[in-house]
């Protein structure tokens, strides 16, 4: 570039740290035109916008302005405007004189979900107090929802999203709420597959113990559940040494089985959300496809998989057929739906509340421990312990108001 050249640079923007600015701040009662009559009083003093911020709490509004100073002689003038702007409009002004933009936030950015059911003071807070002694910036708070519990985020910098994810965990569980800690980023809206578990996620119920209880043999079922859960049997032999008390039921008990299954609070709500924002969502279930077959169909989901249980001669055989569902199996499963889905590994949600889903959980972008046992909680990305299950959507920053704008208005999206 030759000297007579000039660089070809903006000559607004963002100012630097020593050029005057002006914060402009609005209180009142909202209603409609407030913003347009702030900046059609500030227009006339030719500033520029560095920073806009606004929020409505109960019909209250507050409304903040950063902009550029103007001269010395206009900046006076600009404060009796705007103060008497104002007033026309029955609202109050304040005007800071300062210099430069806003901080910079700190490195390391999460988004820290609370949701209470109800949300206290006393428990907010201590989860407010946990971020400071962090080394953590609450840089704004919103609410996501107030329905079916209290969800707000905070936008937090200054700290590693790991090292907030352990501290939170702790003050979390000591005040009764439940947060979740994801990292900031183009990528939480960017997960566009959700593979849940069935047993207890997607369902209250145990479809193993449903079968059970038509055969007349939940003792025995629960016999080697325990012995499973004592580690004297893995997956694989606690399926088939359950699956074979079941050996000589009628086939009919399958549709008896279907009609006693219960969803969970908000499932429905969950997957029509998803589905109308355009995720992919599948199950994956330790149980049997006799039921999974039959939700995938009913809540319209895109995949589905599970064990067989084998019918003979309109009996069940007490075996299972095809491919095992089980703890590695469910991980599996997840990458083939990802793949099938067209959707990186990086941007899938996985869902589940038992030991058999944590390879699952793992392997996901994002694992929920849903009402999960507490190695499982230790171990996922992030937990929910409320029994509804929608409220996994306020994990990925789905607000509310979103959820009820997917609906369209036609009252489909109930509990």
């Keep these: 570039m030759s000297a007579s050249q000039t660089p070809d640079v903006p000559t607004t923007g963002v100012p630097g740290p020593d ?23 500030l227009a006339a003093y030719s500033v520029d916008v560095v920073d806009i911020e606004q929020v409505v709490s109960r019909g209250r509004l507050v409304l903040c302005a950063l902009v550029t100073e103007p001269t010395a002689v206009g900046q006076g003038e600009l404060r009796a405007t705007v103060h008497s702007w104002a007033e026309s409009m029955k609202l109050q002004a304040e005007i800071i004189s300062g210099t430069g933009d806003n901080r910079p936030r700190g490195e390391g950015r999460s988004h820290v979900t609370v949701l209470g059911h109800p949300l206290t003071a006393e428990q907010t807070a201590a989860i407010a107090a946990r971020i400071a002694e962090t080394g953590g910036n609450i840089d704004r708070i919103f609410r996501l929802a107030k329905y079916p519990v209290t969800a707000v985020e905070f936008a937090v910098s200054g700290c590693g999203t790991e090292a907030l994810r352990t501290a939170l965990a702790t003050e ?3 005040v009764g709420v439940d947060v979740a800690v994801v990292s900031a980023g183009l990528h939480r809206r960017a997960q566009r597959l959700v593979v849940m578990d069935v047993d207890s996620t997607l369902i209250q119920d145990e479809v193993i113990e449903l079968f059970a209880a038509h055969a007349g043999c939940e003792d025995k079922v629960a016999e080697v559940t325990a012995a499973a859960m004592r580690g004297e049997l893995d997956f694989e032999q606690s399926l088939h040494a359950r699956v074979e008390l079941l050996a000589g039921l009628d086939a009919s008990v399958v549709d ?35 039921v999974t077959d039959d939700l995938k169909e009913k809540l319209g989901l895109d995949f589905a998989q599970a064990n067989t249980l084998e019918i003979v001669d309109g009996r069940l055989t007490g075996r299972v057929t095809g491919e095992i569902v089980d703890r590695a199996g469910k991980a599996r499963l997840l990458r083939r739906f990802a793949e099938e889905a067209g959707v990186p590994l990086a941007q899938t949600v996985a869902i ?5 889903d944590l390879d699952m959980l793992n392997a996901a972008g994002l694992g929920v421990a849903f009402n999960a046992k507490p190695v499982v909680r230790r ?5 929910v312990n409320v029994p509804f299950l929608d ?15 997917a609906d369209g208005g036609t009252g489909e999206l109930l509990h």
């Design 256 to 290: 008896k089985v279907r009609a006693e299954v219960r969803l969970t609070p908000g499932a429905r709500t969950l997957i029509r959300t998803l589905k109308r924002l355009g995720y992919q969502v599948g199950v994956v279930s330790g149980g049997f496809t006799q």
């Design 19 to 41: 050029v005057p600015t002006l914060l402009v701040k609005i209180f009142g009662k909202d209603r409609p035109g407030i913003t347009a009559g702030l900046f059609d009083t």
């Design 391 to 405: 409220t996994v959507l306020y994990l990925l920053g789905i607000t509310r108001e979103e959820v009820e704008a």
């Design 352 to 356: 589940g509340d038992g030991a058999n």
């Design 172 to 174: 979390a569980h000591s």
């Design 379 to 383: 171990a996922a990305d992030t937990a």
